[in-house]
């Protein structure tokens, strides 16, 4: 397979959609859709679609660093490079359909993203094989469990596209002068920590966004999300990154009694994972 077809492919596609809203007439009182993205609002949607063309490309890159390091056949490096590239179509279809990248609202990004990969883009050199596994990985890769049913070099690369997906995501928590985000992600108000919350994080559970109360709680959901972390690789990275220090910590670089023991937990969870090169049965 050349990658560059799908490379070729995304590029022309991201930069249609940055014309197709640049180009929306400026009229302040109508909706750039129904859900009500105004016209007005032209500079700051470009910039959040901006925002996920950057994200793609440095989580294809993980993604391929990922199947390096797990000492993976060339075709699976590749595909899992063409999986990182297409794992958020579905966030520019939100952006224009929608004019949210809510999946509250929306329904699943992943699922959009596994649509648009079966409908609209190349499939040159690939396998009928590995055309479901890139659906399969593209539709799974934001759920918060995985099905059971997911099985050998599916599973495996849905794993890679979450680890791949979650590295950048670590990045973009812990740089406190993005000033960008997702019009989803509201700001909570002061408070302690939940404590189901709290006893989650500290029982190696992956925690819901839907618990969140408060900014404290946001810290423990973002925290938990190493807990859904697969290879080694990914944990070596976080670690040298010291990602959980900057989150734990914040801005302020305040790092209380609860949250230090958060926060040694959650890393030694991932030093005595930093060697795991674990391959699902039937991988290869």
Not at 27 to 41: A, H, K, V, Y
Not at 224 to 239: A, C, E, P, R, T
Request: net charge negative; with cysteine.
């Amino acid at each position: 397979m050349n990658i560059k077809i799908f490379e070729d492919w995304f590029a022309g596609y991201t930069d249609g959609i940055r014309k197709r809203i640049s180009g929306a007439p400026v009229i302040q009182s109508d909706p750039l859709t129904e859900w009500g993205w105004n016209f007005r609002d032209l500079p700051a949607i470009l910039d959040e679609v901006d925002l996920k063309i950057e994200h793609t490309y440095l989580v294809r890159k993980h993604c391929e660093n990922i199947a390096g390091w797990l000492d993976l056949p060339e075709a699976d490096v590749r595909l899992a490079a063409i999986i990182g590239l297409f794992h958020d179509l579905g966030r520019f279809r939100q952006a224009i359909q929608f004019g949210t990248m809510d999946d509250r609202v929306t329904g699943s990004h992943g699922q959009m993203s596994a649509d648009i990969f079966m409908y609209d883009t190349p499939k040159d050199g690939l396998s009928d094989e590995e055309i479901s596994i890139i659906a399969d990985s593209l539709r799974f890769h934001n759920v918060f469990k995985l099905p059971g049913v997911l099985k050998g070099r599916t599973l495996l690369h849905t794993q890679l596209a979450r680890d791949g997906d979650k590295l950048d995501i670590f990045r973009f928590y812990t740089d406190f002068s993005e000033k960008r985000r997702f019009r989803f992600i509201m700001s909570e108000g002061e408070g302690e920590y939940s404590e189901d919350m709290l006893e989650g994080v500290l029982q190696g559970k992956n925690l819901k966004v839907s618990g969140i109360r408060n900014k404290n709680d946001r810290k423990l959901m973002q925290i938990s999300l190493v807990y859904d972390i697969n290879f080694g690789y990914s944990f070596k990275w976080m670690l040298e990154k010291d990602y959980l220090a900057l989150i734990a910590s914040g801005p302020e670089g305040i790092l209380d009694k609860k949250m230090e023991k958060v926060y040694n937990y959650a890393t030694k969870w991932m030093e005595e994972r930093a060697e795991l090169r674990t391959l699902p049965d039937g991988a290869l």
